[in-house]
């Protein structure tokens, strides 16, 4: 576990709740996880009443929209730009916000919980038949992201109900960030890419100092270049370097010299 001792030593108990890939059970909370944020009501007393509600109305809004012909949002945003060419007032899109984070608490239409609850499942179970174990970690927080995203997209045009087309606006967005920060210059995925698993900081650390042991004998002198270097060899990205270096300094395997450079003590 990584979590200091004098911390874990306060638990009486400690269990350990593993994240199994089970594609049955996984469907089993996907769809509960849906059925909560569709039937969400402030009284529970009422709660029947307001679902059956619910499943009238958001009937009658899935019947007006059509996804058939349905451009991706990667050519609407261009074109929506092109054709609103000056700025709205700041006025109004403060006053728009404000309205629809009051007013507008959309809920979930069963077309668009499929969408989802399918493009969680394609993550989790890759097509290409890559084990889960070797793919970027998706659990359920990244399925309950698509639920705020998809309630998002709908509270940004005032509607009451998240339709499909929002939910495959959600998706679009979510893939291309998967593409982007998960996916190697092939575009498969890397579960080592985006702190989203493979090593943690903990690990990449203990690396780092490894990688330093073998640069040369205690007292090696060493540039910021090599230290660049060393981090490309474990994986560690920019974001990371210089917290990584900050930290080993602190742990007294660097020391800072007055030319700039650095000394290796082991």
């Avoid at 205690?218 to 270049?225: H, I, P």
Wanted: hydrophobic share 35%.
């Amino acid at each position: 576990l990584n979590m200091a001792t004098p911390i874990l030593s306060r638990f009486d108990l400690v269990f350990i709740l593993r994240d199994k890939a089970d594609g049955n059970q996984d469907r089993l909370v996907s769809s509960n996880i849906m059925n909560l944020y569709r039937h969400k009501t402030k009284n529970q007393q009422n709660h029947n009443i307001s679902s059956q509600q619910n499943e009238a109305t958001s009937r009658e809004y899935v019947s007006d929209s059509k996804t058939e012909n349905r451009m991706l949002m990667r050519d609407r945003l261009p074109w929506v730009a092109a054709f609103q060419k000056d700025p709205l007032p700041a006025d109004l899109v403060r006053d728009y916000i404000s309205y629809a984070r009051e007013y507008c608490k959309p809920k979930l239409t069963k077309e668009a919980a499929v969408v989802l609850r399918d493009y969680f499942m394609t993550l989790r179970y890759p097509e290409d038949g890559t084990r889960p174990q070797d793919t970027v970690p998706i659990t359920t927080r990244q399925l309950e992201a698509l639920i705020r995203l998809s309630q998002a997209r709908a509270k940004a045009c005032l509607r009451e109900f998240v339709l499909e087309e929002d939910a495959l606006d959600v998706v679009e967005l979510m893939a291309q960030s998967v593409e982007q920060v998960h996916a190697d210059e092939n575009g498969v995925l890397d579960r080592s890419r985006g702190g989203a698993g493979g090593t943690s900081k903990r690990k990449m650390k203990k690396a780092f100092a490894n990688e330093l042991k073998k640069f040369g004998r205690n007292g090696a002198e060493c540039t910021m270049d090599d230290l660049r270097r060393i981090a490309d060899k474990v994986n560690c990205d920019l974001g990371d370097f210089n917290s990584v270096v900050d930290e080993i300094r602190d742990q007294g395997t660097l020391m800072k010299k007055s030319n700039g450079n650095y000394q290796v003590v082991f």
